[in-house]
Nanobody, 116 residues
Framework: QVQLVESGGGLVQPGGSLRLSCAAS????????MAWFRQAPGKERELVAR????????NYADSVKGRFTISRENAKNTVFLEMNNLEPEDTAVYFC?????????WGRGTQVTVSS
């Protein structure tokens, strides 16, 4: 059974930091590109960051460049999103995504709220 389980969300003040984790199981993690998406109320889901299967290449949405860092540990089947200098506009549900040529999987999401 494929599972992507996000954790690490919560309430943080503007300028603060959070680290999201996504634990994967039920598929060969190292064969998949991993990504974080987010969806704010009333908005479409958008790509935040992506990392290739080996971890050798990453890309980010312009809105988070320089503030967020995606990484992965293939030995632990886990992908991370380090979020610094958070802004109220970063408030959203954050989803973990796994993708390769034949499959796409989604987690259920974790809420991140940036507010004073």
């Amino acid at each position: 059974q494929v599972q992507l389980v996000e954790s690490g969300g919560g309430l943080v003040q503007p300028g603060g930091s959070l680290r999201l984790s996504c634990a994967a199981s039920g598929f060969t993690f190292s064969y998949y590109t991993m990504a974080w998406f987010r969806q704010a109320p009333g908005k479409e889901r958008e790509l935040v960051a992506r990392i290739t299967s080996s971890g050798g290449s990453t890309n980010y949405a312009d809105s988070v460049k320089g503030r967020f860092t995606i990484s992965r540990e293939n030995a632990k089947n886990t992908v991370f999103l380090e979020m610094n200098n958070l802004e109220p506009e970063d408030t959203a549900v954050y989803f973990c995504n796994a993708r390769n040529s034949w499959s796409v999987y989604w987690g259920r999401g974790t809420q991140v709220t940036v507010s004073s």
